[in-house]
């Protein structure tokens, strides 16, 4: 029994001397390796352009934000280049080293307003180092950027938002961008919600060179495309907005009866002010007309002709007011008979000025939304 005993004690003995011996190497390598490394040369430091493949898998965007013209997302963004300086024994396996001890890409978003490094319990970054040298430095990542917008077919408007990335001070000289797996280099979450109003349609990746007074740097691009869901504004304009004109046509049944006319044309048109006011807030102001505009305008002038149809009326029937060669009698009789031959064609007219007025505004507005970007990927929910 004591001889199983000492023979126990020194198999442990002797796995714990391997895995300490085990852990001098790797520090032994790690020490060699960095030893008169400088981490501000890139590598082949005075030779060809570092190379930096980039993928990116979006978590989440945030609402974007129509006023002040910007969209947050959440990313995970990876960088792979190779440093020959950092070629170790294959038999140490992979390392994982500070981003800090090592050449890192100075890559940033020139359209980000601004952007942070997410930390949960630590900062969720790391630097992946094969035995080729070949590296792999990944960050979770927040950052908030520009949207440019046109907002002239606004609510049938299809927005185009960039994520672009370069490198701050390295020209193509020194490093040259892409996507380290072409098309697919770009992934996105399948629970992806922008908002309501918004919906993904996909992106497509753009590689490019921009000129610069320091020089010509490399830059990737990911468009983001979004198109704006009509059905809230069906429900809460379009709809609303067309059953306030028809409402103000059940004038033209009302006959002599001055103040229901008057009550029923104010009203209408106070309800649609109220329409175009609300839907003001949700854009920024611009000098620009807008689709929404224009049908909520339409709709307002329909209304006030209402008013204007009547007002006509009264002003023919107060001129005949002061004709005293004809009766009282003959007076009213004439007066009805303007009334409903005024009515009568506006029965008729008003209808059917709006409904050609509904099929050229949906005819127009939709055939100009029907976008087609070329080189889109479609988002799969």
């Known amino acids: 029994m004591l001889c199983w005993t000492w023979k126990i004690l020194l198999i442990l003995t002797a796995v714990y001397t391997c895995n300490g011996s085990s852990d001098v190497n790797v520090t032994n390598v790690v020490q060699q390796m960095l030893s008169g490394y400088d981490p501000q040369l890139r590598p082949n430091y005075n030779g060809k352009s570092v190379v930096v493949g980039v993928t990116m898998y979006f978590l989440r965007f ?16 990876r960088q792979i280049w190779t440093d020959n300086r ?5 038999h140490v396996g992979n390392m994982q080293l500070s981003h800090h001890d090592i050449w890192t890409p100075d890559t940033f978003f020139p359209s980000s307003k601004k952007s942070w490094h997410n930390k949960v319990m630590r900062q969720n970054i790391f630097t992946r180092i094969q035995p080729t040298g070949n590296i792999l430095h990944s960050a979770r990542i927040t950052t908030t950027v520009d949207c440019p917008m046109k907002f002239a077919l606004y609510p049938m408007d299809t927005q185009v938002c960039k994520l672009e990335l370069e ?43 921009v000129y610069l007074s320091t020089g010509n740097y490399s830059r990737l691009s990911v468009e983001f495309v979004f198109q704006r869901s ?15 004109v028809v409402l103000s046509w059940l004038g033209f049944w009302l006959g002599t009866n001055k103040s229901a006319r008057i009550c029923l044309g104010l009203i209408t048109t106070f309800i649609l002010i109220q329409l ?14 807008m689709a929404i505009d224009v049908y909520l305008l339409t709709c307002l002038i329909m209304t006030g002709l209402t008013l204007i149809e009547f007002g006509l009326v009264y002003f023919l029937h107060s001129e005949d007011f002061h004709d005293h060669k004809l009766s009282d009698s003959e007076l009213t009789k004439k007066f009805h008979s303007v009334v409903c031959n005024l009515d009568k064609y506006s029965k008729i007219g008003f ?30 929910e």
């Open 62 to 77: 945030y609402d974007l934000c129509e006023k002040d013209m910007e969209v947050t997302m959440e990313l995970y963004f």
């Open 86 to 90: 950092l070629m170790f024994a294959p």
């Open 167 to 209: 490198s701050f001070g390295s020209s193509t000289k020194d490093i040259q961008y892409e996507f380290a797996k072409g098309s697919g280099s770009v992934g996105i979450s399948p629970g992806t919600i922008i908002t309501s109003r918004l919906r993904l349609i996909g992106h497509r990746i753009v590689v490019s060179d």
């Open 230 to 244: 009509l059905g809230r504004y069906f429900l809460e304009v379009y709809f609303p907005s067309a059953l306030v």
């Open 276 to 289: 175009m006011l609300h839907i003001n807030t949700d854009v920024p102001k611009l000098n620009t007309i």
């Open 351 to 380: 209808p059917l000025l709006f409904i050609a007025f509904n099929l050229l505004y949906w005819i127009i507005t939709l055939t100009m939304s029907n976008v087609n970007i070329n080189g889109v990927v479609e988002f799969q």
